[in-house]
């Protein structure tokens, strides 16, 4: 059929490699190619987006967004303005929208990496096909279903990557000034831009070194006020908290706690919270190492980073520019968080390498240009490497990241919701409680009758107004955990409102009050108090128990509802004269059963090891704790408490 043939010529013509002598920096077919590689992955995405609230900081930033919030510090205004944007959209619940707006930059993304390929290679084939590797990466695609700041974030690198290149050949000073907004717009949206500053101002200095004419000094102060503009966005945080909104994290009204928001002050604890030491940095370079082989495999990495090294001889200062990217990223991120190598740590640390997975996703269309172009009888591998490249991370990804019956966080959200009396006051112990019941009350504008005083991760209430002096002095702004307990004592003398918390903390023997359990929930009892469970109790879930697909969320669920009836066992010793022997074989079980859920992981494990010992069962409590110390030999927390009953065989009250 002529019509066919001439279809599958155009096809082909556009595929094909473009004139390395054109003056335009990208052709038509250029852009076409990246759009329908930006549409794959869009579609992608769509299939496995969440349909609602999910776990990590999704419940707060669908709120910041839909409700122009302020979100935990540094406060993220960019993401909200836009979020806001697509809160808009006529489609799905607001959720739905906001979660859409992470896959709509994700694919963004990968339609500039086919631009930037296209651009080192002049070959459309290997761009496609590292893009749509790039779009099945383990965690590019976990970020890509679900509302998070990290597909924005690797927008704006993206684009910065590509201007910076850009520059580097035409020297046109309209593209120095671009790459300059981005990179003030990019830290705006996350601090990983200040993590691409040092290779490109080094990119930058070595770019003069070669150049007939230099920079002049009018131009790079033009620079530095195109990079300082985008900051003016952080005057959305005074202008937002003054209206008070239902997250109003920081209330940055004035000048020093607008301050305080932007630089993090809340978590300055983290830069000391733990030892350091160079085999510790390098065990955490390790897991990141690890985390690269997890996108798309090892021969993909290895052939990202062969591709770049590769792309030395050809584009050295770009190159170098690009590799120091790549390794500075997860170690300056090592570094700074000095993380544990715990399953909560893990899951926070490895989308920090999103933008490294970016780089060696360049790498690999460099090494498929290099593969098609040494000789036709490569051309077999070339398509062999691309398919596979592609393939593998689709299949071995794909469950995991299907996010689209995902219903884990609501369901808890609406059990938890359900179990709390009229105008409860409620501690949460997680974020996946805490943002739930935050979209809940803000977004849907259910349960606005309930205040949860740790929503913004330390316990705040105007109730705390008339806490004294002494106390509030010694709590700080920011109280951290060991004050629970008094502030809790404090709540129940000085309030008669309902109070419930996640986890019973020990209370003052003079106030004669005890925790009675509530489904998901413990409810504080003051003495004399009568308490009877609500009429309406959820307990129903949507996703099964037995399939989690490795959700670290659904997997925490599970172990706190494990963990809760352990419990509720403990507080039946304590309170009801139990004889810890009758309900030995239900508090192991249910402690390994969360344990089976979570996996044996050191932080677990001390956790059970402490409320096994309270419970009274030393010998399993200490090997619960050797378990963890093995795990985990450096932690102060874990060697305390093996030493602690190893002396006397308890652990005191917290």
């Given amino acids: 059929m002529p019509g066919s043939t001439a279809s599958m010529q155009q096809v082909d013509a556009m595929l094909s490699s473009p004139d390395p002598d054109s003056k335009p920096f990208f052709t038509a077919a250029d852009l076409v190619i990246a759009f329908v590689g930006g549409l794959a992955a869009l579609t992608l995405y769509l299939l496995t987006l969440a349909p609602t609230i999910s776990g990590e900081d999704s419940g707060e930033f669908i709120t910041a967004a839909a409700t122009l919030g302020i979100a935990h510090p540094p406060g993220y205004p960019l993401y909200c303005l836009l979020g806001h944007l697509f809160s808009w959209m006529p489609l799905g619940t607001p959720a739905w929208r906001i979660n859409f707006m992470s896959a709509f930059f994700s694919a963004a993304s990968i339609s500039l990496a086919i631009l930037t390929v296209i651009y080192l ?18 965690d590019l695609w976990s970020q890509s279903v679900v509302a998070e700041v990290y597909t924005l974030t690797l927008f704006v690198l993206a684009a910065s990557f590509l201007t910076l290149l850009l520059w580097s050949d035409r020297g046109e000073s309209r593209y120095l000034l671009f790459f300059a907004a981005l990179c003030g717009t990019g830290i705006t949206v996350h601090n990983t831009m200040l993590l691409i500053l040092p290779p490109a101002v080094l990119f930058f200095l070595h770019s003069e070194y070669k150049a007939k ?24 945080l005074p202008l937002r908290s003054r209206a008070n909104p239902l ?10 706690l607008m301050l305080r928001h932007i630089f993090r002050s809340q978590y300055a604890f983290m830069v000391d919270q733990y030892p350091r030491d160079l085999g510790r940095f390098l065990e955490q370079l390790r897991v990141f190492l690890r985390f690269a082989r997890e996108q798309a495999g090892l ?10 090294l590769l792309l030395l001889r050809q584009r050295k200062d770009y190159a170098l520019f690009l590799l120091f990217s790549l390794l500075l990223i997860p170690a300056a991120f090592s570094f700074w968080q ?68 995902y219903y ?29 019941l935050l979209y809940f009350q803000a977004v849907l504008g259910e349960r606005r009758d309930v205040e949860n005083i740790r929503r913004y991760g330390y316990l705040q209430t105007p109730l705390f107004d008339g806490l004294p002096k002494e106390l509030k002095e010694k709590t700080g702004a920011f109280p951290p955990r060991r004050y629970d307990a008094e502030l809790i004592a404090w709540l129940l003398d000085h309030t008669t409102r309902p109070l419930y918390v996640a ?19 413990f409810r504080a009892l003051r003495h004399g108090e009568n308490f009877s469970l609500p009429d309406t109790i959820r307990t129903d879930r949507r996703n099964r128990s037995d399939d989690t697909r490795g959700d670290y969320t659904a997997d925490a669920i599970l172990y706190e509802e494990s963990m809760n009836r352990a419990l509720r066992l403990f507080l039946s010793i304590r309170q009801d004269g139990t004889n810890p022997e009758s309900v030995k074989a239900e508090v192991l079980e249910a402690v390994e059963k969360g344990l089976y859920h979570y996996t ?34 450096h932690s102060p927390e874990i060697r305390k408490n093996l030493q602690r009953m190893k002396a006397t065989g308890d652990l005191p009250a917290r």
């Fill in 408 to 436: 884990w966080v609501e369901d808890y959200a609406r059990n938890l919701a359900d179990h709390l009396e009229p105008g409860a006051l409620f501690i949460s112990e997680s974020d996946h409680a805490s943002f739930s």
């Fill in 213 to 236: 004419e230099r920079t002049s000094p009018a131009l790079l102060f033009y620079a530095c006020c195109c990079a300082a503009l985008p900051f003016l966005l952080y005057l959305y």
């Fill in 299 to 308: 021969i993909p990495a290895v052939c990202g980073l062969t591709g770049l």
């Fill in 121 to 138: 290679t002049r070959n459309r084939r290997a761009a496609l096909m590292a893009g749509l590797m790039l779009a099945c990466t383990r």
């Fill in 247 to 256: 997250l109003d994290w920081g209330n940055p009204e004035t000048l020093p």
């Fill in 600 to 633: 044996r992981d050191a932080a677990a494990l001390n956790n059970v090891g402490t409320l096994v010992a309270r419970c009274g069962y030393q010998a399993e409590a200490l090997a619960y704790f050797e378990e963890a110390s093995r795990l985990l030999p």
């Fill in 503 to 521: 986890r019973p903390r020990p209370l003052p023997s003079q106030l004669f009050a005890r925790y009675e359990a509530c489904g998901p929930v």
């Fill in 338 to 405: 000095n993380f544990e190598i715990t399953r909560e740590w893990l899951w926070v640390m490895r989308v920090f390498g999103i933008p490294s997975w970016y780089i060696l996703a360049l790498g690999c269309g460099i090494f498929l240009h290099r593969l098609s172009e040494t000789s036709q009888k490569m051309k077999p591998f070339f398509w062999l490497f691309a398919v596979s490249f592609i393939l593998f991370p689709l299949v071995r990804n794909y469950r995991y990241n299907d996010k689209s019956d």
